[in-house]
């Protein structure tokens, strides 16, 4: 069974660029298309963006470019870069990923297995 | 404002069938098979219960199931149990702009 654990700083200073990894246990990181999603109380969940290990990738773009995701096979592990945060950047971030084998025409639509979630504030 | 709207909260009694709503437009929920729709309980990640408007993924209850009319897809729970009590949102691939995916604001489900 596959088991995500994110990890990164949980305080970022505003303009500064929030870094987060996240930890593939339990199965290939060759098998999903790995998503990063933020969830905040006045905005609800927000999708970030996709990658997937072959090089596929996909992001939101009412974040205009600031979000930068990666994959390291060797670690079995996946990063998000988003970079100059402000105070509108703070919240939940969760690693989540869609198993390739379940997906249909359209990828990295639904995710079926998720990190934990580590909180990020952005402060000063 | 979210992209899908959904109600803010809807109740049931244990036993009874709830539905909650999640509309879109043309370029995501109508537009595309693509709608999944998520459990979450307080402090935890959001889990997965129904894919492509209709799939239900191993291990979750057949209570579960989803449906798709126009640019309103609906989660239907049958036999409310206390544990169903959760916030539930619905997701789906759009093209308003560029391709990506968007979520619902969330629906508050509370077992009385």
């Known amino acids: 069974q596959v088991q995500l654990q994110e990890s990164g700083p949980g305080l970022v200073k505003p303009s500064e660029t929030l870094s987060l990894t996240c930890t593939v246990s339990g199965g290939s990181i060759s098998d999903y298309y790995w998503s990063w999603i933020r969830q905040t109380p006045g905005k609800g969940l927000e999708w970030i963006g996709y990658?997937?290990?072959?090089?596929?990738?996909n992001d939101n773009p009412s974040l205009r470019s600031r979000a930068t995701m990666s994959v390291d096979t060797s670690k079995k592990q996946f990063s998000l870069k988003l970079s100059s945060v402000t105070a509108a950047d703070t919240a939940v971030y969760y690693c989540?990923?869609?198993?390739?084998?379940?997906?249909?025409?359209?990828?990295?639509?639904?995710?079926?297995?998720w990190g934990q979630g580590t909180m990020v504030t952005v402060f000063s | 404002q979210s992209a899908l709207t959904q109600p803010a909260s809807v109740s049931g009694s244990p036993g009874q069938s709830i539905t909650i709503s999640c509309t879109g437009t043309?370029?995501?929920?109508?537009?595309?098979?693509?709608v999944s729709w998520y459990q979450q309980h307080p402090g935890k990640a959001p889990k997965l219960i129904i894919s492509d408007v209709s799939h239900r993924p191993s291990g979750v209850s057949h209570r579960f199931s989803g449906s798709k009319s126009g640019n309103t897809a609906s989660l239907t729970i049958s036999g409310l149990r206390a544990e169903d009590e959760a916030v539930y949102y619905c997701s789906s691939y759009t093209t308003r702009t560029t391709p990506f995916v968007v979520f619902g604001g969330g629906t508050k489900l509370t077992v009385l």
């Open positions: 043309s370029s995501d929920v109508g537009g595309y098979n693509s």
């Open positions: 989540a990923g869609e198993n390739v084998a379940a997906a249909g025409t359209i990828v990295a639509d639904a995710f079926d297995v």
């Open positions: 990658i997937y290990y072959g090089g596929s990738s």
